[in-house]
T-cell receptor, first 115, second 115 residues
Framework: NAGVMQNPRHLVRRRGQEARLRCSPMKGHSHVYWYRQLPEEGLKFMVYLQKENIIDESGMPKERFSAEFPKEGPSILRIQQVVRGDSAAYFC?????????????FGPGTRLTVT | DQQVKQNSPSLSVQEGRISILNCDYTNSMFDYFLWYKKYPAEGPTFLISISSIKDKNEDGRFTVFLNKSAKHLSLHIVPSQPGDSAVYFCAASAKSGGSNYKLTFGKGTLLTVNP
C-alpha cells in the first residue's frame, strides 16, 4: 500500500522560472493538503483540495501560487516566477473523505531551492 | 503571530529515561491537538492526538497531557529509545466547516536519545 508520493524530491530553479510540484495521494484518499516549511520554521498550511475543487486556500500567497487536483492525475502546486524566498520544503498530505486532522498522511516533501 | 509554540529547540535524554516535550498555544478555538515525529528527508509521521474534551491520552510508550486552562500540552515518552531521536512537532486544529483539517504547527523540538 504505497504512501503519499511527491516528485520531484529536490528541485532547483533560477529566479523567475516556474516550479511545478506533484503529489499523488494514498490509494482511496480524495483530499489533499499542501504545507510549506521555511528554514527553522514549522509547517504552514497552504491549501486544501478535493478532486476538482479548492476547499480552502487561505494559506496561499495571493500572487504566483496556484494549486489544482484534477479528476485524473496528481495534485499540482505551481509557483510562477520563483524568488529566493520561495526556497523551502513543500509537503503534501492526503486523507480519506472524512478529512480529519489525525488522518492526514504526509509525503516525503519536495525541497525547492531558488538560485 | 505564532499560535503554537515549542520553546525548546532541542532536548537530550539518556536511553531508558523519560522524555518530556512541551507545547503552548494561544488560540482558544483549537480543539484538537496532535504530535508528529519527523526524521530528516522524510515527511512528518502522526504519533498521537488528543481532543480538548480529554486531559490525557496514552498509546504504548507515548502519553499526551492537555492542560486547557494553561493552554499547554506535553508529550511524554517512557522509556526513551535511541530510535526516538527525531524532530517532534506539536500541531493544533480548530473546527472549520465541520472538520478539523487545518493544522497549525510549532517549530519543532529535536530530541536526541543517547545510548
Amino acid at each position: 500500500n504505497a504512501g503519499v508520493m511527491q516528485n520531484p524530491r529536490h528541485l532547483v530553479r533560477r529566479r523567475g522560472q516556474e516550479a511545478r510540484l506533484r503529489c499523488s495521494p494514498m490509494k482511496g484518499h480524495s483530499h489533499v493538503y499542501w504545507y510549506r516549511q521555511l528554514p527553522e520554521e514549522g509547517l504552514k498550511f497552504m491549501v486544501y483540495l478535493q478532486k476538482e475543487n479548492i476547499i480552502d486556500e487561505s494559506g496561499m500567497p495571493k500572487e504566483r501560487f496556484s494549486a489544482e487536483f484534477p479528476k485524473e492525475g496528481p495534485s499540482i502546486l505551481r509557483i510562477q516566477q520563483v524568488v529566493r524566498g520561495d526556497s523551502a520544503a513543500y509537503f503534501c498530505a492526503s486523507s480519506p473523505p472524512s478529512g480529519t486532522a489525525y488522518e492526514q498522511y504526509f509525503g516525503p516533501g519536495t525541497r525547492l531551492t531558488v538560485t | 503571530d505564532q499560535q503554537v509554540k515549542q520553546n525548546s529547540p532541542s532536548l537530550s535524554v539518556q536511553e531508558g529515561r523519560i522524555s518530556i516535550l512541551n507545547c503552548d498555544y494561544t488560540n482558544s478555538m483549537f480543539d484538537y491537538f496532535l504530535w508528529y515525529k519527523k526524521y530528516p528527508a522524510e515527511g512528518p509521521t502522526f504519533l498521537i492526538s488528543i481532543s480538548s474534551i480529554k486531559d490525557k491520552n496514552e498509546d504504548g510508550r507515548f502519553t499526551v497531557f492537555l492542560n486547557k486552562s494553561a493552554k499547554h500540552l506535553s508529550l511524554h515518552i517512557v522509556p526513551s529509545q535511541p530510535g526516538d531521536s527525531a524532530v517532534y512537532f506539536c500541531a493544533a486544529s480548530a473546527k472549520s466547516g465541520g472538520s478539523n483539517y487545518k493544522l497549525t504547527f510549532g517549530k519543532g523540538t529535536l530530541l536526541t536519545v543517547n545510548p
